[in-house]
T-cell receptor, first 114, second 113 residues
Framework: NAGVTQTPKFQVLKTGQSMTLQCAQD?????MSWYRQDPGMGLRLIHY???????DQGEVPNGYNVSRSTTEDFPLRLLSAAPSQTSVYFC?????????????FGEGSRLTVL | GENVEQHPSTLSVQEGDSAVIKCTYS??????FPWYKQELGKRPQLIID?????GEKKDQRIAVTLNKTAKHFSLHITETQPEDSAVYFC????????????FGKGTHLIIQP
């Protein structure tokens, strides 16, 4: 199993550009989520999904869109990039309904918006 | 929504000593409290978790305690080793983990040789 795979690992954008961060998992996890990590701010939830066709907002959803058309994939779209979106983005997934609530994280995507 | 406060932001201990990191949460409905370790440049990884029906859980050198009345929980690492150096995050969830986790801001643990 590859686990949680994110692409790209690094990306530089100009203000106003759009892009999609890809996330795929091969563990048949129902739950998938996106976090952003900024220095001194911890991990903040952007959006999450509990299954195909179901998404919900987290703590910091503005400027981001998500969709969940399959169990495996959960892309994060930046509609019009802003310097405030410079961050490290982590995709994470887990099973629902199990005793362990362990989140499995991808390796992260470092985004710089100029 | 849930708010998780974590202290201290940086903790430096001598190798072999114990380290304690503390977190408080605001939502009394929260019932799942994991701890994640993140080494420099790596992804966060779960090291231990506890649910609200348990007051303490131990796994070798690490333990977590939970005080539901006071709404705080702590991570204890004994006999610290150089490989314990990392950033540690506490988190809380009110959906049994089904909802998103709310993370604390992290503690940078430094193990001095």
């Amino acid at each position: 199993n590859a686990g949680v795979t994110q692409t790209p690992k690094f990306q530089v954008l100009k203000t106003g550009q759009s892009m999609t961060l890809q996330c795929a998992q091969d563990m048949n996890h129902e739950y998938m989520s996106w976090y952003r990590q900024d220095p001194g701010m911890g991990l903040r939830l952007i959006h999450y999904s509990v299954g195909a066709g179901i998404t919900d907002q987290g703590e910091v959803p503005n400027g981001y869109n998500v969709s969940r058309s399959t169990t495996e994939d959960f892309p994060l779209r930046l509609l019009s990039a802003a310097p405030s979106q410079t961050s490290v983005y982590f995709c994470a997934s887990r099973h629902l309904g199990r005793v362990s609530g362990e989140l499995f994280f991808g390796e992260g995507s470092r985004l710089t918006v100029l | 929504g849930e708010n998780v406060e974590q202290h201290p932001s940086t903790l430096s201990v001598q190798e072999g000593d114990s380290a304690v990191i503390k977190c408080t949460y605001s939502d009394s409905a929260s019932n799942y409290f994991p701890w994640y370790k993140q080494e420099l440049g790596k992804r966060p990884q779960l090291i231990i978790d506890i649910r609200s029906n348990v007051g303490e859980k131990k796994d070798q050198r690490i333990a977590v305690t939970l005080n539901k009345t006071a709404k705080h929980f702590s991570l204890h690492i004994t006999e610290t080793q150089p490989e314990d150096s990392a950033v540690y995050f506490c988190a809380a969830s009110s959906g049994g983990g089904a909802d998103g986790l709310t993370f604390g801001k992290g503690t940078h643990l430094i193990i001095q040789p």
